[in-house]
């Protein structure tokens, strides 16, 4: 028994990883609390909640997927983002199959994938009090204030190998490698010698776990170099491009000016510094269109603004793609977001300023280092450098990107989903 525990344990603690990192706890309170309440009080009704409306609501709630999982190319999602970095794959591959965990919320497209159920995943918890006691002894403090992020990982591992011992899925692709779900699925595909393959959905950090899928699908030199610092790389890596940004490609922005300014928000951005700097740019350049863009999974109410400021535009990131948000724009305001890139990759003006998000996370991806992005380290700093792009914008501001985009200004420039299709139809044979 005690050899059991001890391999579980060591599993959750693989799942989790990212939960104990230093940067994981240096994340703004609010945010924080979103995840895991600071209350202990508070953390324990979490997990009561999650048992009663989530585990037993599971056991009550039908499964009917509507395509057949068997044999499948199993395309898993966790986020509305996943969705869209794997459609194109779905869109190829009539033998492959979105899915997702039973009760995960994939935004819009909550109605359009295939579930893996997880009704009995409360089978497992009677593991709970013996892992975290180990935890404690391993991670210290840190395992009881995230007591309630261990509790929900508990048995995702067991439910899915069941799952890909069902339906002996051919293999399965992802666009995510760090959430625990997540986790968990790479790590049962490995037990029951299901082949894994990684396609990158965002900008990653020396922060993420070590790679480990068969096939990873990069998007340039960049993710590439974070990785090998993150630990060893455990199969085949090949550069791809940004196969989700092909469609917009063709249609960068030529403006010889900025009119049109997008400012997105991320969950670490402080609500009171996003106000000031909306604020600020609609003052001091009143001719400019201000689009306002809050992260698809922020909760916040910004309802306060368009009181404030009815000239503001809003962008619900719930509707509408980061792409199609980013075509109604010459400029990008934002601090640490993979939009920046994207932004970029069209050929608008993309200013990175701080918003209020803790120092350790200050340039998290490397944009400023690398010079994709210009810095604006004041609000005046901000104005000015919008009043400069209003007189002039270059054209050729998407060459910066080519240390991301390994297909930047090459044949296969825009062509990234058929070179991605090509190399994982290759490696499915």
Aim: proline fraction near 5%; charge should be positive; glycine fraction near 6%.
């Amino acid at each position: 028994m005690a050899a059991v525990l001890a391999a579980v344990t060591a599993r959750l603690r693989d799942i989790l990883q990212l939960r104990f990192t230093d940067l994981f706890a240096a994340l703004p309170a609010r945010t924080l609390n979103g995840i895991s309440p600071a209350n202990p009080v508070r953390r324990l009704a979490r997990m009561a909640g999650y048992a009663a409306l989530r585990l037993v609501g599971n056991v009550f709630r039908p499964i009917h997927n509507p395509e057949q999982l068997r044999g499948a190319v199993w395309l898993y999602v966790v986020s509305q983002n996943n969705y869209d970095s794997l459609r194109f794959i779905r869109d190829a591959r009539p033998d492959s199959v979105l899915v997702a965990g039973q009760s995960k919320q994939i935004g819009r497209y909550n109605q359009q994938v295939n579930r893996l159920s997880l009704r009995r995943k409360g089978l497992y918890y009677w593991q709970f009090p013996f892992v975290l006691a180990e935890l404690l002894r391993l991670e210290g403090r840190r395992a009881w204030r995230f007591c309630d992020l261990i509790f929900n990982a508990i048995g995702y591992y067991e439910v899915y190998r069941r799952a890909l011992r069902h339906y002996r899925p051919r293999a399965v692709v992802f666009a995510n490698d760090h959430n625990d779900d997540t986790r968990a699925l790479l790590l049962a595909c490995r037990a029951e010698g299901v082949p894994t393959a990684y396609v990158q959905h965002a900008s990653v950090s020396t922060n993420f776990p070590p790679l480990g899928f068969d096939l990873n699908l990069l998007e340039g030199q960049d993710a590439l170099d974070k990785y090998r610092q993150c630990g060893l790389i455990r199969g085949r890596v090949e550069l791809v491009g940004m196969p989700k940004a092909d469609a917009f490609l063709a249609r960068r922005n030529t403006a010889p000016g900025i009119r049109r300014v997008g400012i997105a928000a991320n969950l670490l951005d402080d609500t009171q510094q996003v106000a000031n700097a909306v604020a600020h740019v609609l003052r001091e350049l009143p001719d400019l269109t201000l689009t306002f863009r809050p992260h698809p999974g922020d909760t916040r109410d910004f309802g306060f603004l368009r009181q404030q400021h009815p000239e503001l535009q809003f962008s619900d990131a719930r509707q509408q793609s980061v792409f199609e948000f980013l075509a109604g724009q010459d400029a990008l305001i934002a601090a640490d977001t993979s939009t920046h890139l994207e932004a970029i990759l069209l050929n608008l003006v993309s200013l990175y300023y701080r918003l209020g998000s803790p120092a350790s996370f200050d340039d998290y991806y490397g944009y400023v280092a690398h010079n994709l992005v210009d810095q604006a380290d004041s609000p005046a700093m901000l104005v000015d450098m919008l009043r400069r792009y209003q007189q002039h914008k270059p054209l050729d501001l998407y060459r910066r990107a080519a240390y991301y985009n390994a297909t930047l200004g090459t044949p296969d420039e825009g062509r990234s989903q058929q070179r991605a299709l090509r190399i994982l139809g290759e490696w499915l044979k």
